[in-house]
């Protein structure tokens, strides 16, 4: 069985400031990538992103669905402002 570090982590959710303490492995992750043909993921935890290339520096976490949805939401409408 592995060991998974324990953290506290904040949600990255829009005007929310949810943290969980103690365990960090049921969050859900996103990560914008302009620099990569805009491209938005959203993931269940922080290694199926890194295993991509994904710095944590760009990793957002999110408490729950509803605030992954808002900021797929957002960031949808910047993606298409920026589509040439």
């Known amino acids: 069985m592995s060991q998974q570090t324990i953290v506290n982590v904040m949600c990255d959710g829009e005007k929310c400031n949810l943290v969980r303490s103690k365990d960090a492995n049921h969050w859900l ?3 914008v990538a302009k620099h990569k043909g805009a491209c938005m993921m959203l993931a269940a935890n922080r290694d ?3 295993g991509r290339g994904f710095q944590d520096d760009y990793i957002k976490d999110f408490c729950g ?5 808002k900021w797929v939401s957002k960031n949808l409408t910047e993606i298409k402002k920026n589509d040439p």
Request: hydrophobic share 45%; with cysteine; charged share 25%.
């Open 29 to 31: 992750v996103g990560v």
């Open 48 to 50: 199926s992103l890194k």
């Open 65 to 69: 669905e509803e605030c992954a949805v």
